[in-house]
């Protein structure tokens, strides 16, 4: 099942039970919302395609004491920044904001519809947290966050994502999760270089292979999901144990995952180099899938892989 | 009240306003005298279905906001005295009104979007009337539309639009530079029940707010008015009158 219909199918249940919970369908459809429509259609709002209204409406729903999900492309979440800030950031009225297909998940739809740009505008706004949650149970635990502890969330999620996520638990605690572990604890391997990868969404299921590819080459590698994007995780502990820090994103490098992590370090004092790795500053205009452009734009594992045994040389 | 009453505070209003934006020579005075009567009808005149205790008003053109002030202060929603520190530092009233302020209902500045923020207000509270004041070159915002579709769809007759068409935009008039005419068939095509009325008349105002409101209604109004020199000249949007001679004229204008 799809990130977004285990949302939706997640909060139909909680909606059933409460009727201040309302799903905006901004001219998307899932099959999650079809159950939804049928037998909560109180609670269902198309408000067709017309983010800058449903952005506005959803924020005056919100200040009379509705619990809002606002459901639409996530190319089109710039589309109504300006409602997303004046209405809801601005005013501080909460909803959730579910943003289906980042990245180049819509590929090859081609660059109109494909935001590689939506963490760094989005993380600008005040008064907003940003998920990327990187399975169903991280999912989940984001439907119950959202009901139980309303405010302005910006949820991107992937039409597509590396199911071999789906065994782990879905905690939010911390913001950022080591997910695999470096093979070595041992102290007397001083000269070499202690690498963590960070990265989220998408791009961890080819993270992962790099973390696979650099183990068996000896280098002590772990790999972090950092899946809370706003407020920024990063803490002064968090790559105590490292030497070089590596992240790895489906966005351009201006603003965006990359320089989340940048700002994270420097505002925690952690001098330790820092390579980012992303999409070239460049609109794709080529036809091909999403794993097609990412294979072409310097994010393939092998070229992910190059970089990295580059930067720790 | 009768209409020389109501004349007399719109006049008064007028006046507060032209004193304390001139004081410091801050916001927008030229748009804020446009929708006075407009006010003054809804929050004084007994005859009227408006009841300011329990009836909400919005601005969509917030930067004309400030027109409110001197009413809430008269009806003790704040100090008077908030009055005298309109736009400085201490004072709650600020250019763009916003929901900090009390009697104010929504963070001001953007156009085109608190008529969306209002259908989220009047479909969650289908019992409460929500009236909304727009500026006539706020309708160029695209969201206005995309909200009227809604708003007619779910046929929220509980939010009256009231659009306060002074016919002026920054930088000139609006059917000179852009047209929004016709107007009226516009709305009606997508509310039905529209009327076009003299917003500085308070019979028409009266008779609009006391029987079947009609979801639309186009307020004629003069930019300025109530200062002769600033009447309908588009230029003193964004200017406010600062020579001894412009001030002491309008004073007496408003006196």
Redesign the interface.
């Known amino acids: 099942m799809t990130q977004r219909d285990t949302f939706i199918e997640e909060l139909f249940k909680i909606a059933k039970d409460d009727k201040d919970v309302i799903m905006m369908s901004v001219d998307m459809g899932a099959s999650s919302l079809d159950q939804w429509r049928e037998e909560l259609p109180e609670q269902f709002l198309f408000?067709?395609i017309?983010e800058?209204?449903?952005?506005?409406?959803?924020?005056?729903?919100?200040?009379?004491?509705?619990k809002v999900y606002v459901y639409f492309m996530a190319a089109w979440s710039a589309r109504c920044f300006?409602?997303i800030r004046?209405?809801c950031a601005?005013?501080n009225n909460p909803i959730t904001i579910l943003s289906n297909g980042v990245g180049l998940g819509y590929a090859p739809a081609g660059p109109a519809h494909e935001p590689n740009e939506d963490i760094a505008y989005m993380r600008s706004l005040l008064n907003i947290e940003i998920h990327c949650p990187r399975n169903i149970p991280a999912t989940k635990e984001l439907v119950k966050l959202s009901y139980k502890e309303p405010k302005l969330r910006y949820i991107r999620l992937e039409r597509k994502y590396d199911t071999r996520f789906d065994l782990d638990a879905g905690s939010l605690h911390g913001g950022i999760e080591l997910l695999k572990p470096g093979l070595y604890n041992n102290k007397n391997r001083t000269n070499k270089p202690k690498v963590a990868l960070v990265s989220c969404g998408y791009m961890l299921g080819r993270s992962a292979d790099v973390w696979e590819r650099l183990q068996s080459d000896d280098v002590e590698t772990c790999l972090f999901d950092m899946y809370q994007i706003k407020p920024n995780p990063i803490n002064n502990n968090t790559f105590n144990d490292f030497t070089h820090i590596i992240s790895i994103e489906e966005q351009t490098l201006s603003g965006g995952f990359g320089s989340t992590v940048l700002e994270g370090m420097s505002d925690n004092s952690i001098n330790k180099p820092l390579l980012r790795i992303g999409l070239p500053e460049r609109y794709i205009f080529e036809n091909g899938d999403r794993d097609y452009h990412l294979d072409n734009n310097g994010l393939s594992v092998d070229s992910i892989y190059s970089k990295v045994e580059e930067f720790i040389k | 009240m009768n209409n020389k009453e109501l004349e007399k505070i719109a006049k008064s209003v007028r006046k507060t306003l032209f004193e304390i934006k001139t004081r410091d020579g801050i916001g927008h005075l030229h748009s804020s005298l446009s929708c006075v009567d407009i006010l003054v009808s809804l929050f004084y005149d007994d005859r009227t279905n408006f009841n300011h205790e329990k009836d909400i008003v919005l601005f969509g053109k917030a930067h004309g906001s400030p027109s409110i002030y001197p009413i809430l202060a008269d009806l003790e929603y704040f100090p008077k005295e908030e009055l005298d520190k309109y736009c400085r530092p201490g004072g709650i009233l600020r250019l763009h009104s916003?929901?900090s302020i009390p009697g104010c209902h929504?963070?001001g500045?953007?156009l085109?979007?608190?008529?969306?923020?209002?259908?989220?207000?009047?479909?969650?509270?289908r019992d409460k009337n929500y009236y909304i004041i727009m500026g006539d070159s706020e309708l160029y915002e695209?969201?206005v539309w995309?909200?009227l579709?809604?708003i007619s769809h779910h046929n929220l007759t509980n939010l009256k639009i009231i659009v306060d068409r002074n016919g002026l935009g920054t930088i000139g008039e609006t059917e000179k530079m852009l047209k929004l005419e016709p107007l009226e068939d516009k709305f009606k095509s997508f509310v039905g029940d529209v009327k076009t009325i003299n917003g500085h008349d308070f019979d028409a105002l009266r008779d609009i707010f006391s029987n079947d409101i009609p979801q639309a209604i186009i307020a004629d109004t003069i930019k300025g008015k109530g200062v002769s020199y600033m009447e309908g000249k588009w230029k003193y949007h964004v200017v406010i009158p600062s020579s001894e001679e412009d001030i002491k004229t309008g004073l007496e204008e408003l006196s």
């Open positions: 408000t067709g017309s800058q209204h449903s952005i506005n409406l959803a924020a005056g729903l919100s200040a009379s004491g509705k300006e409602q004046y209405s601005l005013p | 916003d929901a929504f963070v500045g953007s085109g979007n608190g008529i969306g923020y209002a259908s989220g207000l009047a479909l969650a509270n695209g969201s995309e909200s579709i809604f």
